[in-house]
Every structure is written in C-alpha cells, then in structure tokens.
Nanobody
Framework: QVQLVESGGGLVQAGDSLRLSCVAS????????MAWFRQAPGKEREFVTT????????VYADSVKGRFTISRDNAKNMVYLQMNSLKPDDTAVYFC????????????????WGQGTQVTVSS
C-alpha cells in the first residue's frame, strides 16, 4: 500500500505561482509512475501531468503545458508540481496519484490517491 498526502495549496491571484508537494509513505515510489489530477466543482477529475518512475518521461495536459512542471525525488519519496502563471481556470482540488502502468493520462491506471489539496486562483 502507498499512502499519499498532498500539501501546498492555497488562495492566490491570477499570475501567481504555487508549488504543490506530495509525500508518499508505506512503500517506495521508485517503481511507480506519479501523476497529478485535478477536479473543479461540478466537473470530472481531469489529468494534469504525469512523470515516469525514473523521471525521464513527462506528459502534460495542453491546458497547463508551459506553465506547470512536475518533478520527483525518489530518495525522499516526494513528487512536486510547480505551477506558474496561474489562471482562475486552474482552480480545483489537486490530487496526487501513483500507478504501476506507466506514465499515462488515464486515471483508471493509478492505484493510489491522496485526499487532495485545494488551489483557488482569483482574478
């Protein structure tokens, strides 16, 4: 089992930056692809970005490409999401996820999920 806990969310203004963190426990994440998803009120949970177990492959949703950066530190069992140039449309609960199926954008391929951290971007 892998337990995931996100942190770093908050209320910011459009154009600001935030860095989300996800700490894993229970098992090393060395062999897991890690991802961030988000869910806005009344909407489906959507893919944001993913990173392969070794960090060499990353995939981003078009809506965040060029603004968000995912990274990982396997020694610390941590995953990060650097979010720059935030927009009101980025407002959502952000979830960290771990999976063994490779760096994919499909939420069904991820086995473990955190409880989420709220990001609110005001205009």
């Amino acid at each position: 089992q892998v337990q995931l806990v996100e942190s770093g969310g908050g209320l910011v203004q459009a154009g600001d930056s935030l860095r989300l963190s996800c700490v894993a426990s229970g098992r090393s994440i060395d062999n897991y692809s890690m991802a961030w998803f988000r869910q806005a009120p009344g909407k489906e949970r959507e893919f944001v970005t993913t990173i392969s177990w070794g960090g060499r492959t990353t995939v981003y949703a078009d809506s965040v490409k060029g603004r968000f950066t995912i990274s990982r530190d396997n020694a610390k069992n941590m995953v990060y999401l650097q979010m720059n140039s935030l927009k009101p449309d980025d407002t959502a609960v952000y979830f960290c996820a771990a999976g063994r199926y490779g760096a994919t954008m499909f939420k069904n391929n991820y086995d473990y999920w955190g409880q989420g951290t709220q990001v609110t971007v005001s205009s």
